[in-house]
Structure formats: structure tokens, C-alpha cells
T-cell receptor, first 114, second 111 residues
């Protein structure tokens, strides 16, 4: 158990809908990262927050947004969903931000868009 | 830009065989290097890491050495077990702090 929690574990929704994925980092970790894992694209970095502020953006679509709240939990919002958004979404956390810090991953949320 | 290349799988070995999974990287700075493992139906677990050239990361019998001259971080284990069957990901972290991932190598160990 990494200490990172994600809810829900599974999500099935229809095209055009909007969903929210939630992540609670390990106790004491200030940095939260979101990644998408799909069969065709592999693992891709989406976005990073550090202590409530957005710090880095990767291949995140404009239909997707995220935020980190004062209690350090984070939410990833996916809207106008398309079939291609079906994937496993991981949240990770680290105590700081820097290349040497280890990222600890949650169990993931499996999103299926029908 | 930064990138990670791993050997394609699946890699199929018999129990107690020697394992090598190759990983090479391209980076503009001085990255940290990681191996993560994903067991079936589970999330990603950090297996080992190295933060500078010639560092050796090790954990649970797995080892990898950061080789700057060959830009490599190959994963090795002397004697694999059935329980090592999983997908292994090589990754790097550079100035942007995000992890850049290899495609993953599926390892199948037969008893």
C-alpha cells in the first residue's frame, strides 16, 4: 500500500459526459501528479501540482482540468468525454518536487467511456 | 526531448533464470532514473532508482546501474521467481520533474 488513495476504482460513463477523479496523496506529500495509461499511448504525464499551485503540464487535453485543494487532495475533471478517453488514470505524490524525489502511485481509476 | 526506450516484450523465462531488461534513455540534463513494476490489476510500484552516474539501485534482488557513457539503466536479477511476473517500466525524471516512461516490458516466468 503506497498511501495514495484514488476514488472511484472504476467508472463507466457515456460519451459527452463529465466525470471527476479524486486523489489523496500520502501524508506529508505536497506534490501531486496525474498520469494516463492507455493501450495505444502507454503512460503519459498529464499535470502536476505542488502545494496547491500548478507546476507542470504535459499532454493534457483542453477538455481536462485539475486542481489541488488546501488539504492537498487533488481532483482531475474530464469533460465532453470521448471513446478514446477510456484509460487507467493514476495519481502519484511525492514529498517535494525535484528529479530525485520518488513518486508513489495510487491504485488508479479505470475509466470506460461507452 | 527526453525519451526512454525499453526492450519489447514479452520476455519469457524459466524460474531461476537470469533476467536482463534493457533500458536506454535520451535526456538533455542529468536525469534521475527509475524502474517501476506493475503487477496484474494493480498500480505502479517503485522498484529502484538511481540519481547520478554510476549509482546502483537495488531492491528485492533486482539491480540497475546508471551508465552515463552508454545512457543505459538495464534491470537485472540473478534468479527470477514466478512471482516476478509483471510489467516493468523504466522511467526518467529531469528538470521538469515529471516522469517520462518507457513502453513497458511484460515479464512471464514459467515454473
Amino acid at each position: 500500500d503506497s498511501g495514495v488513495t484514488q476514488t472511484p476504482k472504476h467508472l463507466i460513463t457515456a460519451t459527452g459526459q463529465r466525470v471527476t477523479l479524486r486523489c489523496s496523496p500520502r501524508s506529508g506529500d505536497l506534490s501531486v501528479y496525474w498520469y494516463q495509461q492507455s493501450l495505444d499511448q502507454g503512460l503519459q504525464f498529464l499535470i502536476q501540482y505542488y502545494n496547491g499551485e500548478e507546476r507542470a503540464k504535459g499532454n493534457i487535453l483542453e477538455r481536462f482540468s485539475a486542481q489541488q485543494f488546501p488539504d492537498l487532495h487533488s481532483e482531475l475533471n474530464l469533460s465532453s468525454l470521448e471513446l478514446g478517453d477510456s484509460a487507467l488514470y493514476f495519481c502519484a505524490s511525492s514529498v517535494g518536487q525535484g528529479r530525485a524525489y520518488e513518486q508513489y502511485f495510487g491504485p488508479g481509476t479505470r475509466l470506460t467511456v461507452t | 526531448g527526453n525519451s526512454v526506450t525499453q526492450m519489447e516484450g514479452p520476455v519469457t523465462l524459466s524460474e531461476e533464470a537470469f533476467l536482463t531488461i534493457n533500458c536506454t534513455y535520451t535526456a538533455t540534463g542529468y536525469p534521475s532514473l527509475f524502474w517501476y513494476v506493475q503487477y496484474p490489476g494493480e498500480g505502479l510500484q517503485l522498484l529502484l532508482k538511481a540519481t547520478k552516474a554510476d549509482d546502483k539501485g537495488s531492491n528485492k534482488g533486482f539491480e540497475a546501474t546508471y551508465r552515463k557513457e552508454t545512457t543505459s539503466f538495464h534491470l537485472e536479477k540473478g534468479s527470477v521467481q514466478v512471482s516476478d511476473s509483471a510489467v516493468y517500466f523504466c522511467a526518467l525524471s529531469d528538470r521538469d520533474y515529471q516522469l517520462i516512461w518507457g513502453a513497458g516490458t511484460k515479464l512471464i516466468i514459467k515454473p
